[in-house]
């Protein structure tokens, strides 16, 4: 389905979620480079205009709505192409969608990975943030194992899940103490929709860090 959505992205953030969502849906958005350090998109226009958070994603819709927050983002995506099944129409399904939306969110994004990120960061957060990992990364595996994705088909959780695991080989965390999540990760990673979107964004984020740094 041609939609005129317009998705504001950073090379492997936490948007790529979003990507990935589209293209597993067979879906179609404008793509905007933000540059989430400088605050500015590509043109050198102040993303603060369409976000005061300065945060990724945004999606512009249809009806020209600006939505943030990932799960939101997510969560419409998938209910433009219902027929691609990304996420449940109904019943608890659709909580237990939130449910690991919600955790991939609070517990692993933004308490795990961005203390280990942000170059703000420092050792007692990033202390505290490693600290963390076992507890939800054995939750994920328990959970994983004898599944293939974390409800009983893929959806847009699973593209939040597997963006965010990404960003443990940028900070050398292995998943090898957690097997069923390694497989997990290795499997939807193979996906040929994210495989796609993963290589789109690294060759944006090589291509970026190349640059150098707006003055
Ligand atoms: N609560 C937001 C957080 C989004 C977020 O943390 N985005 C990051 C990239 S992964 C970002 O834009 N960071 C730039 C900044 O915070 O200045 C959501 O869930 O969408």
């Not at 979003?18 to 043109?43: C, K, M, N, P, W």
């Not at 205009?49 to 939505?67: F, K, S, W």
């Not at 192409?81 to 608890?92: D, K, M, S, V, W």
């Not at 193979?190 to 707006?214: N, S």
Request: glycine residues 6%.
């Amino acid at each position: 389905m041609e939609t005129g959505m317009e998705l504001y992205f950073a090379p492997l953030a936490c948007s790529m979620a979003s990507r990935i969502a589209l293209y597993e849906a067979g879906g179609t958005a404008t793509f905007h480079q933000v540059d989430t350090r400088a605050g500015r998109l590509a043109d050198g226009s102040e993303f603060s205009l369409i976000n005061p958070m300065r945060q990724v994603p945004v999606l512009r819709t249809d009806a020209g709505d600006t939505l943030t927050e990932n799960a939101v983002v997510l969560l419409y995506i998938a209910d433009q192409y219902p027929e691609a099944g990304l996420a449940p129409r109904e019943g608890t399904d659709r909580y237990r969608l939130q449910q690991w939306l919600s955790f991939i969110g609070t517990e692993l994004h933004k308490l795990v990975f961005i203390p280990l990120l942000d170059s703000t960061s420092n050792d007692g957060a990033r202390e505290y943030a490693r600290s963390r990992i076992d507890r939800r990364f054995g939750h994920l595996d328990a959970h994983l194992h004898g599944r293939d994705h974390l409800l009983d088909r893929f959806t847009v959780a699973d593209a939040y899940l597997v963006t965010v695991l990404n960003w443990a080989g940028f900070r050398a965390i292995e998943l090898a103490p957690w097997p069923a999540l390694r497989a997990y990760n290795d499997r939807v990673r193979a996906r040929p929709h994210v495989a796609r979107a993963m290589a789109e964004e690294l060759a944006l984020f090589r291509a970026e860090q190349a640059r150098p740094a707006a003055g």
